[in-house]
């Protein structure tokens, strides 16, 4: 790792941020070369017009403005409307009724991390989190001076979580354990099986489970996506989610940190109130933005979600069957859900590629391609390749990074 981050002026004092890694790669693209530049590392499909959100988004958002009504604070904890509506989405897929009171809105999935982290820092206190995973965690958990212990993902079993290592891992001290799902960066669709075995396994260990399920829905495998919340009397569950990459509006900042824990271990008064001041110092989305998830949620039809999951298992398949024909590069388990996958470099084959971010910097120079380094999700010499783009930018961002393994390729 010192050889490709010191070589590009990346801070290995600090966590490596997928946003940070990403502006340098931008910074080290050759403004002289006549390339259109193809981002294959940010997760954000809303920049390809092949991915939109619908129209009955933005009409409850448009209306929500013209009626003059949210331009105000919202309560710290969310629009009371905009909790019961959430309450009402999650409670689709689950086997107990949620309440408002179970829902408290966020600015985004990432403040949802926030969260949860701070309500559960204690002095002495660690979180398992898994490798590879989404780099925020770890963040959020330096600043709240909580220990990070890493439990592995199985590539050869479809990226599932090692059982074995958390309960090796896991003491008197272990508050939670993270669970993404679908995942990012694997791509990877738990089944029902599997959670369950989560489930039990935290449930025997005494420590609850942070469900992060940002890209809940978007399955398109064998498996589908069941929420952690489905074992809520098992093992309490905090899940956190958001509107942005099942309605493609990232931007629009709308999360949800929900108490999914039918057995009400959170709404014992000590720890609402806590919760509820913690948000005292947040602040929230837009108002006008809570106020247009009621109609978002209860009006968006069914052929959106499955235009968008055809559009994602397509981009997916194109993806992995391009993999396949670059030698130096390969994924061990097709994708099934989420917008992302991951694919192991094999640097024996290359010349003059030190790891997997002299990789990422070099193509990004040369090729104009921009791929995230593993390094930045726990993985050092794998990739985390975006597929939630347009199919011409991925075909021949795939195109071009063959040519750069070719031409990096060691001759026998």
Known sequence: ????????????????????????????????????????????PSAY???????????????????????????????????????????????????????FITSGCTQAIDVALAMLACPGA?????????????????????????????????????????????????????????????????SYQHLKEIAE??????????????????AFGKNPFVPMGVFGSEVPVLTLGSLSKRWIVPGWR???FVTTDPA???????????????????????????????????????????????LLKQASDTCYYKIKKIPCITCPHKPEGSMAVMVKLNLSLLEDICDDIDFCFKLTKEESV????????GLKNWLRITFAVDPSFLEEGLRRTQSFCQRHAKQL
């Open 254 to 256: 709308l999360g949800w």
């Open 370 to 377: 921009i791929i995230l380094p593993g390094t930045a999700v």
């Open 49 to 103: 017009s092949c991915f939109h959100t619908t129209h009955v988004a933005e009409e409850a958002v448009v209306d929500a403005i013209q009626s003059e009504k949210f331009n105000g604070y919202a309560p710290t904890v969310g629009l009371p409307q905009t909790r019961i509506a959430i309450a009402e989405y999650l409670s689709r897929d689950l086997p107990y009724k949620l309440s408002a009171d179970d829902v």
């Open 201 to 218: 396994t935290a449930n025997r260990l005494r420590i609850l489970v942070i469900a992060d399920e940002v890209y809940g829905h978007l």
């Open 264 to 310: 009400g271990m959170f709404r014992e008064p000590k720890i609402i109130e806590r919760i509820k001041k913690y948000f005292d110092i947040l602040g929230g989305p837009a108002t006008f933005i809570q106020a247009a998830v009621p109609r978002i949620l209860e009006q968006t039809e069914e052929f959106f979600f499955k235009k968008t999951i055809k």
């Open 126 to 190: 660690n979180i398992l989190l898994p490798r590879p995973g989404f780099p925020i965690y770890e963040l959020c958990a330096g600043f709240r001076n909580l220990e990070v212990r890493y439990f592995d993902l199985l590539p050869e079993k479809g990226w599932e979580v090692d059982l074995n290592a958390i309960e090796a891992l896991a003491d008197q001290n272990t508050v939670a354990l993270v669970v993404i799902n679908p995942g990012n960066p694997c791509g990877n669709v738990y």
């Open 1 to 44: 790792m010192e050889n490709g981050i010191l070589n590009h002026g990346v801070d290995t004092a600090s966590t490596i941020t997928i946003k940070g890694i990403l502006s340098l790669l931008m910074q080290s693209i050759d403004e002289n070369g006549n390339k259109r530049v193809i981002s294959l590392g940010m997760g954000d």
